[in-house]
């Protein structure tokens, strides 16, 4: 039996900390509140969370800034809440270390799939499988051999980097820029067409509906993230 | 020494500078000939014709081919522009159109005769004019010329022919022009040819023959125009030299002033200076000196000296109006001040400009050279305008009467003293009437009374009383002296009330000039500006003032003012374009209503001040062109710093107004969205906490965050409106497929777009395009929804892009009622419903919000009804230059 997840939510706004640990606890996990960010800095170092749940729209310091902070010493999954339209806030947040983020406003389903996601991911992070299936798809990661409806697809080089990248992050949210350094290195921080250009050709060959994606998805703005469930 | 062969740095700027503004010119092309017939005509068309069969695009401006067959059937087959016509007292004359000339905008344009008289109310009095326009323009000008016409040539031709010629072409036109051609005709041969009516028809030739054409005549003039060519010749020389550094050494400029009198020499003054000068190839300056004596004269007489400066300006002198007490210091001055070696005057008749300021100037001024140029014997008499005038001070017929009255005052007082004092002492008493007349009434009232004081004294009391004889021969002293007395009073009065009036009339100028900055400088609005300009123009110049300023497209319109007194738009364009004041008393249109004077700031040109003067003829004496010129900067200064305050305070306001809106847009942002977050959340987790809610109950709270969800899209609609509108939205334009953006759209809308049938059809050979992901998915989402609302459940939806041109055309159509007919454009207003009062809820910015986005990105937005049924959407986005994306091997 694995035991109760503790979350700690940071959020300024008392009727949405409430709603939240209503949804929270309604999954089952043990809910934390914090005020301000200082108070969630606190909370965050002492009750040892499953998962962090932060505004970045708080009045005592930046949220990109918290995030930071908590990386510094933590490898806990953490995810934004943003009521700003701005993409540069929660691009921010996520190159900094954030795993995903919800715009306000958001649904109470939307909420705990994320939560759900990001709390299976840190569980399985240590463990190392060999073979990846979302859809029809099955990835070798061994063989480096990838299988669509049991035929194999070729994939180029830098195609099948992208893919390892995304499954090694399966539900996070990763930034262009992220993937820009991971794949093609620090230098080409300023080509995200190249990203997009594969993007779109890796989802040809892996999709079944490329202009639909399932799997493969856009973040407007942001960047990419992949999801295996269905 | 190796310095002296490198050629003067400022003069190759100056030569630099030149060719520069001469590439943009077009050139002039002079076809010079000794006397008319002589086939100058013949020539150019000659060489337009050679021009032609090579493919340059010529027009004939003007030929006169006064009837010769030779020249007729040359410009057979030329393209001739059509003469524009003129109405002038009852006839018709046919004139050259400059306009159409400029908008045919040729190559070249051959324009006959380079002297010529443009019918008054053309653009320009002179053809020459015409030509310098054209030349501004950058068309290339053929024309033809007469030795006679020539500016400097003139007297000399004249006093060889006897006959003087008043159209004439100012020496600087001749000397300016890119190359002369000299079409030369032995004497003989003209004569033949005369003979044989190839020239003019019989009795005019005939009747030419005798007068112009005679073999001396002809000879002398053959002579002056080989002689000018070769003049010219030798400046192309001296030119090539410099051009090419032949020479080392650089002549020091001998430069020249003119000093022009208001003696009959003037334009012979002007004519020989303009020839020295281009002799010794020195610039020049003429200036007028106007004393107190000088203002005294007639207006006439004085705008002819004015006339004198604006020959020498023609003639490419600086001109300048002097004012002083003396007008040798003051030309002395100005020599000193610019430089000017020698000093050219004229001999005069007159006291003023005799040998007296000649010596003057040399007694003053050692160091200067003074040329004295003589009259030429044919001189003819100096054209002047209402000599009768000749005292300036107005005499009113009033101070006749009271100086009669004084003298019969004094008769009155006197015939009863006349038994107790002495005749001498009564004489004093008459003088002393005399004196108080030429004190009080000015010069000829004095001489009035003066001869009846006289006239009185001896009648009533020089014995033999009641008769006019004089017994003793003294008192014929006495008359004498009474005569001398009120003579000398009166000219010192009249001289110093004169002086008097002068100086008030500097001093109201003075004042009002001054009066006039004052205010111009606390005006804050062109309203002021224009009230006073109008205000000041009213008292200074007896005219009516408008204002012209640039509107915001860029054109002149006149700042309030009367419909009847509205200024003329194109003169005031086009003293506008070119700086220069145009229309009544200038070169430019004179025979228009009013005068047009750009107002130059430091920084552009910022209008035209349009004058009508109330009474015309309306000539401005020196001094009131003087005001006038410098009220038009002061107006313009005022302007400009009105302009540029207004500039600066919308700059100001922009920036705060910026600051606030973007400040009230994020704290609206946040204020509003947080509470609906939490209202939607809460209704939601309603369900979640403690037991389940009955079905009702659950509806409600399901309802609930509905209504909130739509507020809180509604909220960001409006906030994105008003970004977009604001110009306050940061674009991340990055080169991406359309497809992604497509993509996200579909998926973002899935929820409302389940009950249609969406089919995408994007080529995959489309190329990337720049654009802003999050905005450009707004549009689609916007589309889609748009499509999804309007259309009943089970309708098709399709997304198509192609490729057209420079474009990327992007479209969603769908085959529901289609749009209403007529109203495709005004769905992209804010707040615009399809369908009034329509059951679909909405509040119509969607579609504004697609414009709104489309348009930051350069492209456009189009609403339709297909043909086979439904509505279409098309975006049109700019291709632009995609980057390369490496290929892997």
């Keep these: ?230 | 020494m190796a310095a002296d062969d490198r050629p003067d740095p400022d003069a190759l700027l100056a030569q630099l500078e030149a060719e520069q503004a001469k590439a943009q010119r077009g050139k002039l092309k002079i076809f010079f000939g000794a006397s008319p017939g002589v086939g100058k005509t013949y020539a150019m068309l000659s060489a337009a014709r050679l021009l032609v069969a090579q493919g340059v695009d010529l027009v004939v401006g003007v030929v006169e081919t006064h009837g010769r067959a030779e020249t007729m059937a040359l410009a057979e087959g030329l393209e001739i522009l059509p003469r524009l016509e003129i109405e002038y007292r009852g006839h018709t004359l046919r004139e050259f159109d400059l306009d159409a000339a400029l908008a045919r905008k040729p190559a070249l344009i051959l324009m006959d005769e380079l002297a010529h008289s443009n019918a008054p109310g053309s653009r320009h009095p002179k053809r020459w004019q015409d030509i310098e326009e054209l030349l501004d323009a950058g068309i290339d000008v053929y024309t033809t010329v007469n030795v006679q016409h020539i500016d400097s040539l003139n007297d000399v031709v004249g006093g060889i022919t006897g006959a003087r010629i008043w159209e004439t072409v100012p020496d600087k036109v001749f000397d300016a022009a890119d190359e002369v051609v000299l079409v030369d005709l032995p004497p003989d041969e003209l004569l033949q040819r005369l003979k044989e009516g190839k020239v003019y028809i019989p009795q005019q030739a005939e009747r030419a023959m005798a007068n112009f054409f005679r073999k001396g005549n002809l000879l002398a003039l053959r002579e002056i125009s080989l002689r000018r060519t070769a003049d010219r010749v030798d400046e192309d020389v001296l030119a090539y030299r410099r051009s090419q550094s032949v020479s080392g050494v650089w002549p020091m400029q001998e430069s020249l002033l003119v000093c022009i009198g208001p003696g009959p020499g003037g334009e012979k003054l002007i004519r020989n200076a303009a020839r020295v000068a281009a002799q010794s190839e020195a610039p020049w300056h003429a200036v007028y000196v106007e004393t107190p004596k000088l203002q005294r004269k007639p207006d006439a007489e004085r705008a002819q000296m004015l006339k004198m400066l604006k020959l020498a300006q023609d003639a490419g002198a600086r001109t300048a109006v002097l004012s002083g007490p003396d007008a040798a210091q003051a030309a002395i001055a100005y020599a000193r001040q610019h430089n000017l070696g020698k000093v050219m005057v004229g001999r005069d008749r007159r006291p003023f400009w005799d040998l007296g300021f000649a010596y003057r100037l040399g007694r003053q001024a050692p160091d200067l050279d003074v040329i004295q140029v003589a009259h030429a014997p044919a001189e003819l008499p100096p054209r002047r305008h209402g000599t009768g005038e000749k005292s300036a001070p107005v005499v009113r017929r009033a101070d006749y009467a009271w100086a009669v009255a004084i003298v019969v005052a004094v008769t009155v007082v006197a015939t009863p003293l006349a038994k107790l004092l002495d005749l001498a002492n009564i004489v004093m008493l008459f003088l002393l009437g005399v004196f108080f007349t030429a004190v009080r009434l000015g010069r000829g009232p004095a001489l009035l009374s003066a001869f009846l004081a006289v006239a009185a004294f001896d009648f009533f009391f020089v014995p033999p009383q009641l008769s006019f004889a004089v017994s003793d021969v003294q008192y014929l002293v006495t008359f004498a002296v009474m005569l001398i007395v009120a003579l000398i009073t009166g000219q010192l009065t009249a001289g110093l009330r004169f002086q008097v009036t002068v100086a008030q009339g500097r001093e109201q100028r003075t004042l009002a000039l001054y009066e006039m900055a004052r205010e111009l400088s606390a005006a804050l609005t062109v309203e002021q500006i224009a009230e006073i300009t109008e205000r000041f123009v009213a008292q200074g110049f007896n005219a009516r003032a408008t204002l012209m300023l640039l509107d915001a497209r860029d054109r002149l319109a006149a700042v309030g003012g009367s419909a009847e007194d509205a200024p003329d738009i194109g003169i005031a364009q086009w003293a506008f374009d070119h700086g220069e004041t145009a229309g009544l008393s200038t070169d430019t249109l004179p025979s228009a209503p009013m005068l047009y004077v750009p107002l130059k700031a430091p920084m552009r040109t910022r209008g035209i001040l349009a004058l009508r003067p109330r009474d015309l003829p309306w000539l401005p004496a020196p001094e009131q062109q003087r005001l006038l010129d410098t009220s038009a900067t002061l107006i313009a200064i005022a302007i400009e710093r009105v302009h540029y305050i207004s500039v600066a305070q919308d700059a100001l306001v922009h920036m705060e107004s910026e600051r606030l809106r973007n400040s009230l847009l994020s704290a609206l942002s946040h204020d509003l969205r947080t509470p609906l977050t939490a209202l939607a959340g809460l209704a939601e987790s309603l369900t979640l906490a403690g037991p389940s809610l009955p079905k009702a109950q659950a509806e409600i709270a399901q309802a609930i965050r509905e209504e909130a969800l739509r507020t809180s899209a509604l909220v960001n609609n409006l906030l994105d409106m008003a970004r977009l509108e604001t110009g306050s939205v940061k674009l991340t334009r990055e080169w991406q497929p359309l497809e992604e953006v497509v993509g996200v759209a579909l998926q973002a809308r899935a929820s409302v777009l389940a009950h249609h049938a969406v089919r995408v059809d994007l080529p995959a050979d489309l190329p990337l395009l720049e654009f802003d992901a999050v905005l450009m998915e707004r549009v689609f989402c916007n589309l889609l929804e748009n499509a999804a609302k309007y259309t009943p459940a089970g309708s098709r939806i399709e997304i198509a892009a192609r490729r057209d041109g420079d474009n990327v055309e992007i479209s969603v159509a769908d085959n529901g009622p289609g749009l209403p007919p007529g109203k495709e454009e005004a769905l992209f207003e804010k707040f615009a419903r399809g369908h009034e009062e329509s059951a679909v809820a909405g509040v119509g910015l969607g579609l504004a919000i697609v414009r709104a986005v489309v348009e930051v990105h350069k492209g456009s937005v189009r609403a339709e009804n297909r043909p086979e049924g439904g509505a279409r959407f098309v975006v049109t986005l700019p291709v632009g230059e995609p980057p390369s994306v490496p290929v892997e091997a």
Excluded at chain 1, 85 to 101: F, M
Excluded at chain 1, 157 to 180: K, S
Excluded at chain 1, 190 to 209: C, F, I, P, Q
């Design chain 1, 1 to 230: 039996m694995e035991q109760t997840p503790v979350i700690i939510v940071v959020e300024d706004e008392p009727q949405i900390r409430r709603f939240l640990r209503t949804a929270l606890e309604a999954e089952g996990c043990a809910v934390t509140e914090a005020g301000t960010a200082e108070r969630g800095l606190i909370e965050a170092g002492t009750r040892k969370p499953d998962l962090v749940i932060l505004d970045l729209g708080l009045p005592d310091r930046d949220g990109v800034e918290v995030v930071r902070d908590i990386r510094a010493w933590s490898g806990v999954p953490i995810l934004i809440l943003s009521a700003r339209a701005d993409e540069n806030d929660k691009v921010a947040a996520l190159d900094a270390g954030a795993d995903d983020y919800l715009t306000k406003p958001f649904g109470v389903g939307e909420l705990q799939a994320r939560m759900r996601a990001l709390l299976r991911r840190s569980a399985r992070a240590s463990a190392n499988e060999p073979t990846v299936c979302f859809g029809d798809v099955e990835v070798d990661l061994a063989q480096r051999r990838v299988m669509r409806a049991g035929a194999e697809v070729h994939l180029t080089p830098i195609e099948y980097r992208l893919l390892t990248q995304l499954i090694a992050n399966t539900g996070r949210v990763l930034t262009h820029q992220q993937l820009l350094r991971e794949v093609w290195g620090p230098g080409h921080a300023g080509d995200s067409h190249y990203l997009r250009v594969y993007m779109t050709a890796l989802r040809r060959k892996l999709e079944t509906n490329p202009t639909l994606p399932r799997h493969l998805l856009t973040e407007s703005g942001v960047g990419y993230r992949l999801v295996t469930g269905n």
